[in-house]
């Protein structure tokens, strides 16, 4: 069993939630460079830890998330993260985006096939695609929270199940759908 890398996500923004709460004139959080280096193996149960510091330069966070066992500290992800204005943040036109994707439309059942025979079972907690939308080295992505994981999905504010979706829809932007790889993309980074 492995921790899905984007539930890193949502430890970072409870965390920084938790020690820094965001002031009314920046609330939004924007979390960057994010670096996957180690998954989560779980075998028994196991703690993991993250340790937050300030960057008083640039008033940004970096974070590290990690856990220990017999063979010592084990580094699972790492990158910044900081609290920025509502404001300097673009506002995207859904509908005009969509006029854009015009080379190819892919559905859920289809999408998830694809990545059965790369070698990623996802299971019905994280199939959160409903349709995905190619355009010319763009793409637009309908996710929906899958039923099964609804109840409960009120302690999040980035739902794994949702993020997992998005970074899966992410894919799409490096895959050909006429020849998938045969095996699985995974990002690092």
Known sequence: KVLPGVAYLE????????????QPKSPVLEISEFVWLKPVVVAEPREVSIGLSRNDADDNFN???????EAG?????????????ASSLPRLDVAQLKAQMNRRTAESAALYEMFDEM????GP???GITSLHLGKDQLLAQLRLPNCVRSGSSAFQLHPSLMDAALQASGGLIVDFDRPPGEPLVPFA
């Open 11 to 22: 430890m970072v923004r409870a965390a920084l939630q938790h020690a820094a709460p965001p």
């Open 63 to 69: 974070y590290e998330i990690s856990s220990e066992d």
């Open 73 to 85: 500290k084990s580094v699972h992800c790492q990158g910044f993260a900081a609290y920025r204005h």
């Open 119 to 122: 070698g990623l079972q996802y």
């Open 125 to 127: 907690a994280h199939r």
